[in-house]
Structure formats: C-alpha cells, structure tokens
C-alpha cells in the first residue's frame, strides 16, 4: 500500500527542528547539473513508478539515478531525521502530501516550476497540497484517490437485476449516490458475500464521506486552529459511514485496507470503495479478476468527493548537488506518463490520464478524473499536526464509533476537544 499509518509523531517538534535546520547555510558542495549521480529516496510501493523516469532520464543526461528504497514509515523518518539535523544523504525524495507541512522548511521552493501549463495539467488539489505557505515543495510524481470497484458478474447477473428491481423499484446499476450504495450493500450481504467492507482501522474513506456531506475545511477551519468536527456535516457522514458496518464482516474496526482488499479479491464482496491503484493488482488467478468494473466514488448530499493521494518529488536545501536534483524532478515532471507503464499505473498529470484512460488495463483512470476534478474533493489540511490528529484522534474515534450503542455526535463533541488543544498548544 502506498499509504500506510505513521509511527507516532513529535510533528511540532520537527516543524521547529526543519525551520532551525533550513536557515542555516546550506551544506550542498556542486550546484552543476553535470553531476554524475544523484541519490533518490522512495517508498517500497511507489519506486517502480519512478523507475522508467529514471532509466530514460540516465539515457538522456548520463546521469545516473541510484534509489534508495525504504517502507512506508522508514521512509518518514529517514527524511525526518535528515532533514532536522541537516546531514543530508539524498538529492530528491519522493513524499507523501501529508508529510510536506511538517518538513515544509527544509525543502527547496519549486515555485518556478509553477507554470501557468502546470497548473492547469493537475487537480486542483494537487496543485494546492504541493503549496506550503508561500511555497510549492514538490512537483507531482503521481496522484490517486479512493473510486469504487464493483462485480460486473453479479450486477449483470439476469436473477440479481430482477430480484434487485423487484425490491429497490429501480435497476441494478453501479451506484452513484450514498442511498444507491447502501441499497446495493444490503442486496448483496447474503449467502456468505458481503456487500462491501467497511474499512475502520483508517481514517481516509471517513473523510471522503465527511466531504461527500459537503463539508469545505476537513476537520479543520482554513486557518488551521480549530477542529470543524461536530457540526452538522461531520456527525450526516459519520451516521452514514457507520451504518456501512453491517454490509462487511464483523469486527469493522480492525479491518485495515489489506484486509478490505483481500476479502473483495477473494470473491467475498460485491463491492468496494478503494484506491485506485488496486485496479491493475488484482491477480490473475482472483476469482474478481476479468469481473471488477470501476466508477467514480460515490456521491453524498455534497456531491461526488474523494481524498487525493499524491507522492511529490521534493529536494532538501542542504542537498549536495542542487542543479542536478533540479533538473531531474522536471524532468520526472515532463515525462509523467512514462509511469503509466508500471506495475501500478499511477501517474499525477491530467493529460497523462486522459492518454490511458481509454486503453484496456487502465479502467480506473476516467474514475480517478472524474473523483479527483470533482467540486467536492477537497485537501486534508495542510497543518504539521495532520498524523498526529489521525493517529491520535481521527483513527480511535472512527473505530469508537464502530462500537455498539456508540454516540456519535458526543464521539464527535470529543474528538474536535482533542485536535483543539492539539492545534492550538
């Protein structure tokens, strides 16, 4: 997955560890572009979409491209750890969004990578999550957001579309709206398949859910400095979101994306709203595979809303060879579409979508532009405290709800006490 929990934290302190290490003098030894090498740090799940860039890229400018691998939360903290006492062994990293805030001051400005053309080839969050204060701080490498994932097999089944007619009194279809979803759920939950899992154990398809109610600042107001949980809008998605619970296996709480993933490729759900990437995993020898079809994410009283997953390509101010790592993360930019190849198929630009979408293997494309354009789709906040709420707050609260008998709206009245006295310390 390319998305996984952080270990637990400190992001306040990093924030004011990066700012003392980003104004100090930079500890880079060659600006030349001629650099021989330059090292790229990536997590395990995104360095084969790199990797094509960066073969083309040697074969172009000689230079040579040497990736460092590493998991998810290693990932992290290597830059985390770099970045804060300024010893740098790395030219470019490619970061999740929800880290850039928290390491904001420690990364060069890429503002004038920020072309009018650039802006206007990736969504418009995208564009936005890359903008920390006054600065952009990493160019997309590729975007992704949660679409649904249905069985073409059971929908076009000829019993199903009657039985399905006969009790909703409107046809078997692949749902569009939060009634039409939980209509298709229940249908299915029989017979030991499952309408669609409900992934407790994360906290993103509740915030898709928070924004598909029609809430603008997710979870946070737009200055940053108090939660919006517990109005009307948080407590319309989380009542919906856990009334899903009963179309998925028991014990909703602890079912992570893994295990959401697995129970639909194994043929035990009829559907499910995931990452948009997991189209081109589905194996071979899956009973779903050659069965899944795939549509935009769902719409809630706010309209169709996802959350965007974007990596970006960033560079540390203290990088040894900064004209090198320049020119290499535009050059990544420029070639974008030759990650549509990969194992993944994830790539950021527009355009590079709009090439695929319509080429067998890359179904998912044309839901992941309809979701990611969406009105509704809006950024998780850009605040160095983001993991620290979800981990802390967002995640316990979420499977708390999952719980019989649980209150909602007082889950909620806490929650938002909480991230207050978070933002706000």
């Known amino acids: 997955m ?51 860039i960066a073969d083309q890229y040697t074969k172009d400018t000689g230079t040579k491209v040497t990736f460092v691998e590493l998991p998810y939360n290693g990932l992290y903290n290597r830059v985390n750890s770099e970045l804060s006492t300024g010893s740098i ?46 600065n952009y701080v990493g160019m997309p490498a590729f975007a992704n957001s949660e679409i ?55 906290e993103t398809q509740y915030l ?36 899903l619970a009963k179309y998925g ?26 990452w948009a990437h997991a189209y081109r995993q589905i194996p071979t020898s899956a009973p779903v595979y050659g069965k899944t079809g795939v549509a935009p994410m769902i719409a809630g009283p706010g309209g169709i809303a996802g959350v965007p997953g974007p990596f970006y390509l960033s560079i540390p101010k203290q990088a040894a060879h900064q004209a090198a790592s320049t020119a290499f993360v535009k050059y990544a930019y420029d070639h974008n579409a030759l990650s549509a190849k990969t194992s993944l198929g994830l790539v950021a630009r527009i355009s590079a979508l709009k090439q695929y979408a319509d080429k067998p293997g890359y179904e998912a494309y044309g ?35 999952l719980q019989p008998g649980a209150d909602n709206a007082a889950l909620l009245k806490s929650a938002s006490d909480q991230i207050d006295q978070i933002v706000q310390q």
């Open 2 to 52: 390319l998305r996984k929990k952080i270990a637990a934290a400190t992001a306040v302190g990093v924030a004011v560890a990066l700012a003392l290490a980003g104004c100090g003098v930079s500890g880079g030894t060659s600006s030349s572009s001629s650099a021989k090498s330059i090292t790229v740090l990536v997590e395990a799940g995104g360095h084969a979409e790199l990797q094509p």
């Open 89 to 134: 062994s790395f030219d470019v990293a490619a970061l999740d969004a929800i880290w850039l805030p928290a390491f904001a001051a420690g990364l060069q400005p890429l503002n004038s990578m920020y072309t009018s053309e650039v802006k206007s080839d990736n969504f418009p969050a995208v564009v936005q999550e890359a903008k920390v204060g006054d």
């Open 148 to 202: 649904l994932y249905y069985r073409t097999d059971l929908f076009n089944d000829a019993a199903n579309q009657a039985a399905f007619k006969a009790k909703y009194g409107y046809d078997l279809k692949p749902p569009t709206t939060w009634q039409q979803y939980s209509d298709v759920a229940e249908f299915f939950t029989k017979d030991g398949m499952y309408g669609a899992p409900l992934p407790g154990a994360v």
């Open 208 to 243: 898709a859910t928070l924004s598909q109610a029609g809430e603008k600042n997710m979870v946070l107001n737009a200055a940053g400095t108090k939660s919006t949980l517990g109005d009307a809008a948080s407590l319309k998605a989380l009542d919906y979101y856990t009334s």
């Open 249 to 274: 296996p028991s014990g909703a709480a602890a079912v992570d994306w893994n295990a959401a993933q697995n129970l639909y490729n194994q043929g035990k759900a009829a559907m499910m709203l995931f």
């Open 367 to 401: 839901p992941m532009v309809t979701t990611l354009s969406a009105p509704g789709t809006v950024t998780r906040p850009a605040n160095a405290n983001w993991q620290n709420i979800v981990n802390n707050v967002l995640v316990p609260m979420i499977q708390k709800s």
